[in-house]
Each structure stands twice: as structure tokens, then as C-alpha cells.
């Protein structure tokens, strides 16, 4: 954090300093992983409900942090450690304090399903003309994204965050901190329904971050989604999407048969082609988002098309690989409705038998098991041949699916199960919670 020395950030979190004789270093990264912490890093000590943070300070001098943050000094701390009552509020207010020092643009990107591909695609995208951070991983969350602020340096000209709810008021604190002067919406859907409870609650949970959005600030949003041509915002607002009412639209998408998506761009008097190196229909709305973040950072379309084409996967997230035998999408890092629906559209357009294997959709609250039935005929009515499921949710799956859904009561029986199912130029999509673990299934699948 440029500027933001051990005592500066102990006035800043109204922390008071424990230890004589420190040297008021410079602070680098937020960590709260002692074991990555590196020379001038801060250590986060969190009580967690297995292992307290705490009892990692030592090790955290150890390997030369500039201080840790704590709310109690343990027996054989080396270095300066900033007491406070409540280490998240102050964390928050230190992220906040120091995103005030920075003047570039921050582009805060948020929805039910595909930040992280979104998130990636602007990365890409403005890579091409700028020097960008984004966030890691999914560090997204109240304690991910103030170690994402941390990381930017005087050298970064932009920062991509994502930004991860689970419940109201949570976006608020996260774009408290995080200030975003370009905010992107890319579905609303039905995620964290335990907390949020309906769509409705979901679209006020995630639009709280126009509340700290500047008057001059942009909003981009997924025009064809229900909930967001409802917003209305003081800011700038640019939809995206296919409908005539989109500001950046999308025409002429074609699947290619190596498994790539091309289209055009289309936006006022403008068109140009892009291509995009993966497969999925979510892939074009990311594009179109990240081309109208590129837009308003004032990249030519040259450059747009060419962040777009640079783009990658990330993970297993509609991640394509063809064996002799089989086609697979491996899309098994996370699943809710929307986004199985949106995987299952993408099928689609893939030759060969389509067969789905499936799990558990989690968080879904008390409607889940009516989520589930509905999927399972939901991808019988739009072409899936065969759905092989598992998970107690999973049953429902494959009951909606009727003669077409086989159900197993655990991964391990799914996968003795699939060679008597799989046959020879199938296009397999496997998709579930992450809690569900279908990875395991993914890499059967690539024995065959």
C-alpha cells in the first residue's frame, strides 16, 4: 500500500501499536495466510472457528511482515502489532482510507453468475492499453477485496474487483471500500437465496453499489436480464445484450466447430467482428461488458477485439477438452439455476448426443427442490438426450427429466455408472456446486 506506513495504518483503523523499537516500514500486501506472507506484508490474525489467526503472528514475523493487525497480542510476537477491537471494521477502514489515496479508475463488477469470467474478460480486454490489477482467484468477498486494494501499486493505471454477496448490506461495505468509479451487473439470478430470499432481494442486494458510485461514474449491465433494465441510476447507464434496446449489441453469433465463438459488435453507427477463443453463449455477454468498460476507458475496437481474443478460461469454468471418444465441457466449479440454464443453451450448439451430468445446486432455500424438478425439464425440452445425476437434490433433477434422467445416490456409483452410458461422439457437460465436487467426475470423463 503506497505511502501507508505501520503507524499511518494504525491511525487510520484506530489501532494502537504493540511493541517497542519498530522500524515504521512502508506496509505491502493485506495477507491473512501466514505461510504467503512476504517481506513488508501485513498479517490479519482472524479468529476463525478451527484455527485463530493469532497463534500465526510469529510466523508471520518470522517471514518479515511489516506488522499484523490483531485483536490480541500472543507470547513470542517479534514486531509491531496493531491492537483493535474488531480486526474486520478495521480492515475495512484502512481498504477505504487508502482506496481514497488512489485516483484511477476502479471497475467493481458484481451479479448472480459469471463475475469471475467477466471479471477475467475486462482483464484481458484492458490489458491491451492499460497496466490493470484484478482481483485473484474469487477473492471477493469482505475479506478478499481489501487484499485486492492492498495490491495496487503506483505503477497499476486501473483495478478490476470483483465483488461477492451473500447477504444486505454486504455490497455496501464492500463498495465502501472499494469505491468503484465503473460498476458492471452481469445477471441477477438465483444465488444465495438462503439470505436474499427472492430475486427481488437479490437485485436490492447487488444494486446497493450505485448508492457509492459517483454522479459521473458508468454503469454497465446485462440489458437482457429481467431485473436489470430496472435499474435506474443517476450514473451514466450502457445495456448490453441482443435485444434492440442495447447500447453494445450482439449479432451474427456463430459456434464454430473448433469450439470458438465469433460475432459482431454492433453499437451506434459501429460494428466490428470479434472472436472469441472459448465456447459458451455467457461468453458473449461478457465480451460485450468487457467492449463497453473498454469504451469508456477510451480503447479502440482494435484493441477491444484483440483483449477479446486473448481471453482464457479460467479453471473448470465451461472448460473444453475433446478426447478420442468424448467431447466435455467441464463447467463443475459452481452451479445455480441460471447459470445450468445458460450452460445447457450452450450444449446446444455442440454436435453430437448431448448428455448432462449433474448435482446439487446449494443455497437455493426452501424452494430448492422445485429448482431442481424444473431443471431437469428444462434440459429434456431443449435437446439433452441423457442426464446422469447425483446428490439428494440431484434425484429431483432427474425426476424432471423423466425417462431421460438416471439418478445415483453418490459420485462414486455415478462414476462405476458411466461407462454403460457413454458412447462415442457424446458432448458431455458436467455442472453442480462446488460442494458437490463433479471434478471428480470431470476427470473420469477425460479417461475415456
Known amino acids: 500500500m503506497k505511502d501507508i506506513t505501520v503507524s499511518k495504518a494504525a491511525r487510520l483503523c484506530s489501532g494502537r501499536i504493540m511493541g517497542e523499537n519498530y522500524e515504521d516500514q512502508e506496509i505491502g500486501r493485506v495477507m491473512i495466510d501466514s ?40 507470547e513470542g510476537a517479534q514486531g509491531p502489532v496493531i491492537l483493535v477491537e474488531d480486526v474486520q471494521k478495521a480492515l475495512e477502514a484502512l481498504a477505504g482510507a487508502y482506496r481514497e489515496t488512489l485516483n484511477i479508475p476502479v471497475i467493481g463488477i458484481t451479479g448472480s453468475v459469471g463475475k469471475t469470467t467477466a471479471k477475467e474478460m475486462v482483464w484481458w480486454v484492458l490489458s491491451q492499453k492499460l497496466n490493470v490489477l484484478k482481483t485473484e482467484g474469487n477473492l471477493n468477498n469482505q475479506i478478499g477485496v481489501p487484499m485486492t486494494l492492498s495490491r495496487i501499486r503506483p505503477e497499476h493505471q486501473a483495478a478490476v474487483v470483483e465483488m461477492g454477496i451473500s447477504g444486505f448490506g454486504e455490497m455496501r461495505q464492500l463498495a465502501q471500500m472499494a469505491r468503484p468509479t465503473i460498476a458492471l451487473f452481469t445477471v441477477i439470478g438465483h444465488a444465495h437465496l438462503e439470505f436474499l430470499h427472492d430475486l427481488e432481494g437479490v437485485f436490492r442486494a447487488k444494486t446497493e453499489m450505485l448508492e457509492l458510485m459517483p454522479d459521473d461514474g458508468t454503469v454497465i449491465v446485462n440489458g437482457d436480464d429481467p431485473w436489470l433494465k430496472k435499474i435506474n441510476c443517476r450514473q451514466r447507464l450502457i445495456r448490453c445484450g441482443l435485444g434492440e434496446d442495447c447500447q453494445l449489441r450482439a449479432e451474427n453469433i456463430s459456434a464454430l466447430a473448433d469450439g470458438t465463438t465469433q460475432f459482431d459488435i454492433v453499437y451506434g453507427g459501429g460494428r466490428f467482428s470479434v472472436h472469441i477463443p472459448a465456447h459458451g453463449r455467457h461468453l458473449v455477454y461478457a465480451a460485450l461488458e468487457a467492449a463497453a468498460v473498454g469504451m469508456s476507458l477510451g480503447l479502440s475496437r482494435e484493441e477491444i477485439a484483440a483483449g477479446i481474443a486473448a481471453y482464457q ?8 477438452w475433446t478426447g478420442e471418444k468424448l467431447t466435455l465441457v467441464d463447467d463443475s466449479y459452481n452451479a445455480n439455476p441460471d447459470s445450468m440454464r445458460c450452460a445447457i443453451d450452450s450444449l446446444r450448439d455442440m454436435p453430437g448426443r448431448h448428455v448432462c451430468v449433474l448435482g446439487d445446486m446449494l443455497e437455493m432455500g426452501p424452494e430448492a427442490g422445485q429448482m431442481h424438478y424444473d431443471l431437469g425439464k428444462y434440459a429434456v425440452e431443449n435437446g439433452v438426450e441423457l442426464l446422469l445425476c447425483c446428490g439428494e437434490l440431484g ?39 462446488r460442494g458437490m465436487h463433479l471434478e471428480e467426475i470431470a476427470e473420469e470423463l477425460k479417461k475415456f
Open 35 to 74: 505461510r504467503a506472507v512476504e517481506p513488508g506484508d501485513m498479517f490479519v490474525a482472524y479468529r476463525g472457528e478451527k484455527v485463530d489467526g493469532h497463534d500465526y503472528i510469529p510466523a508471520a514475523f518470522a517471514r518479515g511482515a511489516a506488522c499484523c493487525l490483531a485483536e490480541r497480542v500472543p
Open 313 to 320: 478460461v479460467m479453471g473448470r469454468r465451461g472448460a473444453l
Open 395 to 433: 434425484r429431483e433433477i432427474a425426476r424432471g427429466a423423466g425417462d431421460r434422467g438416471h439418478w445415483f445416490e453418490s459420485r462414486e456409483q455415478l462414476a462405476q455408472a458411466l461407462p454403460g452410458f457413454i458412447v462415442r461422439g457424446d458432448t458431455v457437460l458436467v455442472k453442480a456446486s
